[in-house]
């Protein structure tokens, strides 16, 4: 069975960071696609950054130099992690890990991520 395990989350000033981490328990040889999205309160849950396992990171515009994507990838885990920065109470949502794994989809519980004006 496969998990996704988000942590990390938590309440920031504006202007601050955060870095969430997500741990798959597959290793890389295993994954198409990781991925992170978010679900503001009354919004559709949105695409933050994609990992391709094939091609190049791609991140949403809303999101475009202030968060970035690290990769720790091996034969039995697979851990991405979202380094979010400037962070604005626009940023306040629940994020979710993504992964698409043998052609089957995943989503972690999901992680609070709160912004303080």
């Known amino acids: 069975q496969v998990q996704l395990v988000e942590s990390g989350g938590g309440l920031v000033q504006a202007g601050g960071r955060l870095t969430l981490s997500c741990l798959a328990s597959v290793g890389r040889a295993n994954i198409d696609t990781m991925a992170w999205y978010r679900q503001a309160p009354g919004n559709q849950r949105e695409v933050v950054a994609v990992?391709?396992?094939?091609?190049?990171?791609?991140?949403a515009n809303f999101v475009r130099g202030r968060f970035s994507m690290s990769g720790d990838f091996n034969k039995d885990t697979a851990k991405l992690n979202l380094h979010m920065t400037r962070l604005t109470p626009d940023d306040t949502a629940v994020y979710f890990c993504?992964?698409?794994?043998?052609?089957?989809?995943?989503w972690g519980q999901g992680t609070q991520v709160t912004v303080s004006s």
């Open positions: 990992w391709p396992m094939s091609s190049s990171t791609t991140y």
């Open positions: 993504y992964a698409k794994i043998r052609e089957e989809t995943y």
